[in-house]
T-cell receptor
Framework: DTGVSQNPRHKITKRGQNVTFRCDPISEHNRLYWYRQTLGQGPEFLTYFQNEAQLEKSRLLSDRFSAERPKGSFSTLEIQRTEQGDSAMYLC????????????FGSGTRLTVV | KNEVEQSPQNLTAQEGEFITINCSYSVGISALHWLQQHPGGGIVSLFMLSSGKKKHGRLIATINIQEKHSSLHITASHPRDSAVYIC???????????FGKGTKLSVKP
């Protein structure tokens, strides 16, 4: 297992376009988290899954954002009608349930909306 | 006031110096994480602490649960230690982390 994998690493898109990011967690981790990080700030929580169930969504996750984790494996984060304010690093992390053991981050997807 | 506060925000050191980064938090937690982020890079987990002290190579992390405070120490600092160090706390049933804004460390040769 090579850790948490995120694709693409970089994405440049025009305002108004839709984008989708993918995260492949560590295979035995049942929890998967999405965070967003803007320049000079720490990451902020967006949403998390336990297996295939999306259990929590931050108020940061507007109606234009949707996340899925079909079959409890990989996850996708889609942003519709992108805005310049969506430009950020989108980080995925996975861990084992409540223990938080093995909390591992991916390298992130850097989104630039022009 | 942020739930996780780190100090200093920026730190410049000479190679070989002993470095301390502090983290204070105001929420109840089950664990505290110290993370490292290089420019343009992803985040690497350095430590997860729920009590006491942990050591890994030249890095030492301590936590005082009663005082809601943790410190990350780097002994014999090296330019390759230059990065942003982030404190994050986790708690509750969700397991998601609340992050500090990070401390940008620059170690000069």
């Amino acid at each position: 297992d090579t850790g948490v994998s995120q694709n693409p690493r970089h994405k440049i898109t025009k305002r108004g376009q839709n984008v989708t990011f993918r995260c492949d967690p560590i295979s035995e981790h049942n929890r998967l988290y999405w965070y967003r990080q803007t320049l000079g700030q720490g990451p902020e929580f967006l949403t998390y899954f336990q297996n295939e169930a999306q259990l929590e969504k931050s108020r940061l996750l507007s109606d234009r954002f949707s996340a899925e984790r079909p079959k409890g494996s990989f996850s996708t984060l889609e942003i519709q009608r992108t805005e310049q304010g969506d430009s950020a690093m989108y980080l995925c992390a996975s861990s084992l349930a409540l223990s938080g053991y093995g909390y591992t981050f991916g390298s992130g997807t850097r989104l630039t909306v022009v | 006031k942020n739930e996780v506060e780190q100090s200093p925000q920026n730190l410049t050191a000479q190679e070989g110096e002993f470095i301390t980064i502090n983290c204070s938090y105001s929420v109840g937690i089950s664990a505290l994480h110290w993370l490292q982020q290089h420019p343009g890079g992803g985040i690497v987990s350095l430590f997860m602490l729920s009590s006491g002290k942990k050591k890994h190579g030249r890095l030492i992390a301590t936590i005082n649960i009663q005082e809601k405070h943790s410190s990350l120490h780097i002994t014999a600092s090296h330019p390759r230690d230059s990065a942003v160090y982030i404190c994050a706390v986790g708690g509750g049933s969700q397991g998601n982390l609340i992050f500090g804004k990070g401390t940008k460390l620059s170690v000069k040769p």
